[in-house]
Every structure is written in structure tokens, then in C-alpha cells.
Nanobody
Framework: QVQLVESGGGLVQAGGSLRLSCAASGRTFSTYAMGWFRQAPGKGRDFVGAIRWSGGDTYHVPSLKDRFTISRDNAKNTMYLQMNSLKPEDTAVYYC????????????????WGQGTQVTVSS
């Protein structure tokens, strides 16, 4: 099993920035993709973006790609989500996830999940 632990959430004013971290352990990640999801209060879980562990190829949902950036540090087995120009509607629990690499982003699935970290953006 892969263990994922998110950190870095907190309270921030609109327009501010946060950097979330997801520390991974349990196995090699060279053939894995890792992604970020978020769930706002009373709503479903939405995909934010993902990164292929070995080469660093990323995908960000179009609505967030100008403000959110995913990266990773192979040596630390850690994935990051840099969030800039935060808006109140970004308030959510943010989860990291991992799954075996697929050829196309549209086929990517995520089998392992972290516990989530709360991000609250005030107006």
C-alpha cells in the first residue's frame, strides 16, 4: 500500500497563496501518477490536477491552471500544490492521491488517498 499525508493547509485571505505538500511512502513511484483533489463543504470531490512521477508531466484543470501549479521532489517523495490568487470558492478539503501510470490522462485513476488538509479562504 501507498501512504499519503497532506500538509500545508490553513486560513488565508483572498488573493493570498498557500503551498500544500503530499508526502508519499510505501513503494517506488516511477510508474505512478499523483494528483490533487478538493471537496468543498456539502459538495462532491473535484479533480484539481496531477503529475506523472518520473518525468514530471503535469495536467491541470483549465479553470485552475492559471493559479494552481503541481510539482514534485523525487528525492523527498513529495508532491506540491502551489495555490496563488486564492478565492473564497477555493475553500475545501484538499486531498492527494496516487495511481498506476496510464498512457492518457483521460484514463488515469487514483487508488490511494491521503487524509486531506483544510484550506479556508476568507474574503
Amino acid at each position: 500500500q501507498v501512504q499519503l499525508v497532506e500538509s500545508g493547509g490553513g486560513l488565508v485571505q483572498a488573493g493570498g497563496s498557500l503551498r500544500l505538500s503530499c508526502a508519499a511512502s510505501g513503494r517506488t513511484f516511477s510508474t505512478y501518477a499523483m494528483g490533487w483533489f478538493r471537496q468543498a463543504p456539502g459538495k462532491g470531490r473535484d479533480f484539481v490536477g496531477a503529475i506523472r512521477w518520473s518525468g514530471g508531466d503535469t495536467y491541470h484543470v483549465p479553470s485552475l491552471k492559471d493559479r494552481f501549479t503541481i510539482s514534485r521532489d523525487n528525492a523527498k517523495n513529495t508532491m506540491y500544490l502551489q495555490m496563488n490568487s486564492l478565492k473564497p470558492e477555493d475553500t475545501a478539503v484538499y486531498y492527494c492521491a496516487a495511481g498506476p501510470l496510464t498512457v492518457r490522462w483521460s484514463d488515469q485513476t487514483f487508488d490511494y488517498w491521503g487524509q486531506g488538509t483544510q484550506v479556508t479562504v476568507s474574503s
